[in-house]
């Protein structure tokens, strides 16, 4: 098995019995919120499509938007979208770079690069990003 997205990190946002906490990004999917696709598996405390993918049902707290990565092999991406005000840049990104999957930071680092630099000019790309990862 590959190294889960949320390995043994108690901090983390994710739930306890969440599929993050033992597969790795790509080996589940994320759905929107609880559903009948995915129901409760008393036995277990997983949700699971009918097909029998692991579902995780708080993309807030996994930090992936919900898409069907195991079922479908939805592409695994996340878009940097810097909030309008400028005070919210860095604790926005702050809470994007803390749940991102490894290796989604390279690619979320320079979008947020890009992304400062042309939302807000004014704003010092180097320091803005140092106070997300602080």
Do not use: W
């Not at 929107?32 to 277990?44: C, G, Q, V």
């Not at 878009?79 to 919210?88: F, N, T």
């Not at 290796?103 to 979320?108: E, K, P, V």
């Amino acid at each position: 098995m590959s190294q889960a997205f949320v390995p043994d990190d108690v901090l983390h946002l994710a739930c306890g019995v969440c599929p993050s906490r033992r597969f790795a990004v790509g080996e589940f999917d994320v759905f929107e919120r609880p559903t009948k696709e995915a129901p409760f598996n008393a036995k277990d405390g997983n949700r699971y499509t009918a097909a029998g993918v692991p579902v995780c049902v708080h993309p807030e707290k996994v930090g992936l938007p919900a898409a069907r990565y195991k079922s479908e092999g939805a592409p695994l991406r996340i878009e940097v979208v810097l909030p309008a005000d400028e005070s919210e840049v860095i604790p926005y990104l702050h809470d994007l770079f803390y749940g991102a999957a490894p290796f989604l930071l390279g690619d979320l680092l320079e979008q947020a690069k890009a992304e400062v630099s042309r939302a807000f000019p004014k704003l010092d790309v180097t320091a803005t990003i140092r106070g997300a990862l602080g």
